[in-house]
T-cell receptor
Framework: GENVEQHPSTLSVQEGDSAVIKCTYSDSASNYFPWYKQELGKRPQLIIDIRSNVGEKKDQRIAVTLNKTAKHFSLHITETQPEDSAVYFCAAFPSGGTYKYIFGTGTRLKVLA | DADVTQTPRNRITKTGKRIMLECSQTKGHDRMYWYRQDPGLGLQLIYYSFDVKDINKGEISDGYSVSRQAQAKFSLSLESAIPNQTALYFC????????????????FGPGTRLTVL
């Protein structure tokens, strides 16, 4: 079936360094790719998203890049801060011929002070 | 996001009991979803609904049922709870609108932590 692979599963960086999380999707019909941040015990919240007609999008310290040919997209966080520590999920939409998200398995990011 | 609410927030129950988790939204969205999240794992889709008359099974629907009572309400039931249904359950909504303003963004409720003993 359709799936989204996300790497790495855990990532530790020093405060101030950059972090990059990568996702690869299988359904070439997917055209919307959101990224969610989930803090411990809380709900996933959208932090940035990108559509398939755009190659890159940036919002302050966060950016997302999309390579449609290779079917992968990445989240880039620059100048990381301790409050960036959380689990990050990517997703592809639509997927499998239906209007539903397929989520990646998540990346636990730890920013070390 | 206070526009999507879930009740109860925490529930402890025993094996074999029937449990209902409720989700309400004031965002006016047509699409609603139920997800399950196990500790340290990702989000698995249980059921989704595109309107009151349209209910669809997700990846892990066995042991669950749903009811879409109104556009704003989507309930998840466990007819006979079992311990491996212990998890964090999230409801989510998204807009069905099309055109330039379409976002397809899903908005999540605060979650219900369910423990089945």
């Amino acid at each position: 079936g359709e799936n989204v692979e996300q790497h790495p599963s855990t990532l530790s960086v020093q405060e101030g360094d950059s972090a990059v999380i990568k996702c690869t999707y299988s359904d070439s019909a997917s055209n919307y790719f959101p990224w969610y941040k989930q803090e411990l015990g809380k709900r996933p919240q959208l932090i940035i998203d990108i559509r398939s007609n755009v190659g890159e999008k940036k919002d302050q310290r966060i950016a997302v890049t999309l390579n449609k040919t290779a079917k992968h997209f990445s989240l880039h966080i620059t100048e990381t801060q301790p409050e960036d520590s959380a689990v990050y999920f990517c997703a592809a939409f639509p997927s499998g011929g239906t209007y539903k998200y397929i989520f990646g398995t998540g990346t636990r990011l730890k920013v070390l002070a | 996001d206070a526009d999507v609410t879930q009740t109860p927030r925490n529930r402890i129950t025993k094996t074999g009991k029937r449990i209902m988790l409720e989700c309400s939204q004031t965002k006016g969205h047509d699409r609603m979803y139920w997800y399950r999240q196990d500790p340290g794992l990702g989000l698995q889709l249980i059921y989704y609904s595109f309107d009151v008359k349209d209910i669809n099974k997700g990846e892990i629907s066995d042991g669950y049922s749903v009811s879409r009572q109104a556009q704003a309400k989507f309930s998840l039931s466990l007819e006979s709870a079992i311990p491996n249904q212990t998890a964090l359950y999230f409801c989510a909504t998204s807009d069905v609108s099309s055109g330039p303003g379409r976002t397809d963004t899903q908005y999540f409720g605060p979650g219900t932590r369910l423990t089945v003993l």
